[in-house]
């Protein structure tokens, strides 16, 4: 019998989302409260940072990097993406192997560039950290910036056309924990060329512009806020 508990991206989430679990989901800290005061303290201890682009990054680290809610980002959290990969696209599927060569490169580029005590563990703050050298207005996006948005491309393009509909786009979602209908209210947020029109499939070049975007927009009605799902804040 399913339960409808509150649902935050983590415990610096500002406003909460919904979702129903099965009563026998460990409900993490993250599902359970939001915590004003700890995005406050994240506001204060980065303040070169634009809070908009600190409450994105932060969701960004929390649903693709840190898949065990430990707050810190180990070698654990790629691997239960990869097993995840492997249960919606199958163990023999091409979508499986590329995720375990892809996922593994991208943990030790970003260990070598944001670990900056060696401990194995990326923290938010080194996340954050990281990004903040990004020079935007000159978008000067590092290589690991690069491989990771061709590696999600790649991932969800399950046909190999060079383009993503919004079935290929709601699996891949669906990796990460997201339901049919938040998916494909979020490909219509993204996918929007002006009032009345959405585009019905997104290639490579527009999935890069929406990538940056996701990350590094300040902009509250960029479409690429959308792309890893609805953003309420």
């Not at 060569?101 to 060696?118: F, I, N």
């Amino acid at each position: 019998m399913p339960i409808t508990v509150e649902r935050t991206t983590s415990k610096y989430a500002i406003w909460p989302a919904w979702m129903e679990i099965d009563q026998d989901q460990q409900l993490g800290t993250d599902l359970r409260c939001t915590n004003w005061i700890d995005m406050q303290e994240l506001i204060k201890n980065h303040k070169d940072v634009d809070p908009f682009l600190l409450q994105k990054w932060e969701r960004i680290f929390t649903l693709f990097f840190d898949r065990n809610a430990s707050h810190n980002v180990d070698w654990s959290d790629f691997y239960l993406v990869v097993r995840r990969v492997r249960d919606i696209y199958g163990a023999e599927s091409v979508q499986i192997s590329y995720a375990k060569k892809s996922m593994e490169a991208l943990w030790q580029g970003l260990c070598k560039l944001a670990d900056s005590d060696s401990d194995q563990l990326i923290s938010l703050d080194e996340w954050v950290n990281l990004l903040k050298k990004v020079d935007i207005k000159q978008r000067t996006e590092p290589t690991w910036f690069n491989d990771y948005s061709n590696f999600m491309f790649k991932l969800f393009d399950v046909s190999a056309d060079g383009v993503l509909d919004v079935a290929e786009y709601t699996d891949g979602m669906s990796a990460y924990g997201y339901k049919t209908a938040e998916c494909h209210e979020a490909f219509k947020l993204f996918s929007r060329v002006d009032k009345w029109t959405c585009l019905e499939k997104i290639p490579l070049e527009t999935w890069k512009k929406l990538f940056f975007e996701a990350f590094f927009s300040i902009d509250k009605n960029a479409p690429g806020n959308h792309l890893f799902g609805k953003i309420n804040f």
